[in-house]
């Protein structure tokens, strides 16, 4: 599916959200964002990778909805979650199975047609969102009932930090076995790594300019803005592809491959952000983002899993 950018994403989900309607007259309340939208419409929008296929929305809807899959997202927060006494009713509390006209994309083919298809509730949108990390953006969005483009995007650039920085902890050991393996030292090469990224500016420099208590055990990565750790990822994978295409590769050249992309990288941000990586530092670390948002996801919860669409 192609990349679809915040704002038309936005737009969308706006265009085609539909009230319930014996709430239409409720204000004043937190029933008026009880709203739902089509499976079809989301399944145009993000495709079959991550909605599940059309033919499959039950099965796809349905295994969403699943407790424990709540109860294992929040990281063992299970008594600050409400949790329903009748699994059956609360599926029907935010599926409906409707016979709808709907058109369907595949491919450069639209296809007109009559059939099965479901209103989702924004909790169960929400859930099948959440299953993707990297859609932030779409998971907020459910979240945060009549929220604001702009307080959208800048919500959604803020957590974005803790998938970023996972999926950079991961190419990371990827690195470091590739240096384990050609037998070179590991901490030596973080170090010009560090250097080149950061232009010589020493981790603790960095965090005594932006006041963050110094811990070996807590790298600057772990404050590091979204653009940062999406173009040091950048790098990292682009050198262990071409390490896996050459894998006889001595490890000098490797190193000199990886801190020329590296540097790449560093000067691509500023063209793109007009900012630096050492300009690009917060002082929140990732421990306590991941901390806030799962507050957030918790009262989300507590506020919208139990009202019903019917």
């Known amino acids: 599916m192609p990349y679809q950018n915040p704002e038309k994403i936005f737009t969308f989900l706006e265009n085609r959200k539909h009230f319930v309607k014996q709430e239409l007259f409720s204000y004043a309340t937190d029933t008026q964002f009880n709203n739902y939208w089509f499976f079809s419409d989301l399944y145009n929008l993000f495709g079959p990778e991550y909605v599940g296929e ?7 809807t349905h295994s969403a909805l699943k407790p424990f899959e709540l109860q294992k997202s929040l990281r063992g927060k299970k008594k600050e979650i ?60 459910f979240m945060n009932p009549n929220i604001e483009y702009e307080d959208l995007y800048e919500q959604a650039y803020k ?31 973080n170090h010009l790594i560090h250097e080149t990224f950061f232009y010589n500016i020493s981790q603790p420099e960095l965090k005594r300019i932006y006041g963050i208590k110094e811990n070996i055990e807590d790298p600057i990565l772990n404050y590091m803005g979204s653009d940062s750790l999406l173009a040091l990822q950048k790098a990292f994978s682009s050198a262990i592809k071409r390490n896996d295409a050459r894998p006889d590769m001595r490890f000098s050249t490797f190193s000199e491959l990886l801190l020329s992309e590296v540097n790449t990288q560093r000067i691509k941000l500023f063209q793109q952000t007009g900012k ?18 799962n507050r957030k996801e918790r009262e989300f919860i507590n506020k919208f899993a139990f009202q019903s669409i019917r």
């Open 276 to 293: 630096y990586p050492e300009q690009d530092i917060n002082t929140l670390s990732i421990q306590k983002l991941e901390t806030e948002l």
């Open 159 to 189: 957590f974005s930090r803790i998938y970023l920085r996972k999926n950079l902890a991961h190419t990371g050991r990827i690195i470091h076995g590739i240096t384990s393996r050609k037998k070179s030292n590991i901490k030596m090469f």
């Open 82 to 141: 409400l949790q329903p006494e009748n699994i059956k009713d609360f599926y029907t509390k935010h599926i409906i199975p409707i016979t709808n006209k709907y058109q369907i994309s595949s491919g450069n083919t639209i296809l007109h047609a009559k059939g099965p298809d479901a209103k989702l509730s924004r909790f169960i949108c929400w859930l099948i969102f959440k299953r993707h990390p990297h859609l932030i953006f779409t998971q907020l969005y």
């Open 54 to 60: 059309h033919k499959n929305i039950k099965s796809t």
